[in-house]
């Protein structure tokens, strides 16, 4: 049997105001000003416990893309289907669906150890005290973690990105959302994530991870979106793009230079 499409992205487009200079504003040019477009016409759907890799320079509209599908952003146009919820409909459903990685961790309550705001994070999530204590050991286990009682403010950003990810999987997700899957982490510490990410795919979860770092991403994904300036310039996997691109013998970043022009 067919495993369904988890994620489903139709025709999604997001814009923010322009910026506005002192000079824009002396001269009340904030209506003339277009919308920048962070992203346009994004279309893609994912089956569950596949690993799809966001690739394209800073600034593409990879971590927007992340934000719209934990709908901390909400789109523009288009539609987005999380486990066959509407995204704009179903933020409860969808939340408790998914775990996310940002880019900068700012919600984690700095006075308060890891162990504390592990727990509580756990319990905004529904998990019992019990659950809650054997799940924190299994996560500090796997990442051997050994400072989960101390101030989350003396931490490294190596330590406190290891606990953005426990937060982020602590309630056992459908979907996990990674941005910059080895942002401030040593060489092992790297190595046991790509071993749990690999992990947890094989039980069935469904991650999305941006990354700048592109054989990482080859050797971890099934398939691969490229994104520049807001557009969605390729998407399948390696040798779906291989085809495409006429390039039959091409690593993925050989053919992430070709695509991506400004890299």
């Known amino acids: 049997m067919n495993n369904p499409d988890i994620i489903q992205v139709r025709n999604l487009g997001k814009s923010f105001p322009p910026m506005l200079t002192i000079q824009d504003l002396l001269k009340l040019l904030m209506n003339k000003k277009k919308p920048v477009k962070a992203l346009e016409d994004i279309n893609f759907q994912l089956t569950a416990g596949k690993i799809l890799g966001i690739l394209g320079p800073n600034g593409a509209g990879k971590t927007t893309l992340l934000k719209c599908l934990c709908n901390l952003l909400i789109p523009d146009q288009g539609t987005i289907l999380i486990d066959q919820y509407p995204a704009?409909?179903?933020?409860?459903?969808?939340?408790?669906?998914?775990g996310f990685v940002d880019n900068e961790e700012r919600s984690f309550y700095w006075r308060l150890s890891g162990m504390q705001n592990l727990e509580f994070f756990a319990a905004l999530y529904g998990l019992s005290p019990r659950q809650t204590t054997l799940r924190i050991q299994e996560l500090l286990a796997v990442?051997?973690?050994?400072?989960?009682?101390?101030?989350?403010?003396?931490?490294?950003?190596?330590?406190?990105?290891?606990?953005?990810?426990?937060?982020?999987?602590?309630?056992?997700?459908?979907?996990?959302?990674?941005?910059?899957?080895?942002?401030?982490?040593?060489?092992?510490?790297?190595?046991?994530l790509y071993n749990f990410i690999k992990q947890l795919s094989l039980n069935g979860t469904t991650i999305i991870l941006t990354s700048h770092n592109i054989p990482e991403a080859e050797n971890l994904c099934d398939y691969f979106m490229f994104i520049d300036q807001g557009k969605q310039s390729a998407l399948g996997n390696l040798n779906d793009l291989r085809k495409q691109f006429n390039m039959l013998d091409a690593s993925l970043t050989d053919i992430y230079t070709t695509v991506i022009k400004n890299v």
């Open 143 to 192: 990442f051997d973690i050994n400072y989960i009682h101390k101030r989350f403010d003396s931490y490294s950003s190596g330590m406190k990105r290891k606990l953005s990810l426990l937060r982020a999987i602590i309630h056992n997700p459908k979907i996990l959302l990674i941005d910059e899957l080895s942002k401030s982490l040593d060489f092992n510490t790297s190595l046991s």
């Open 88 to 98: 704009d409909k179903s933020s409860f459903e969808i939340k408790s669906l998914i």
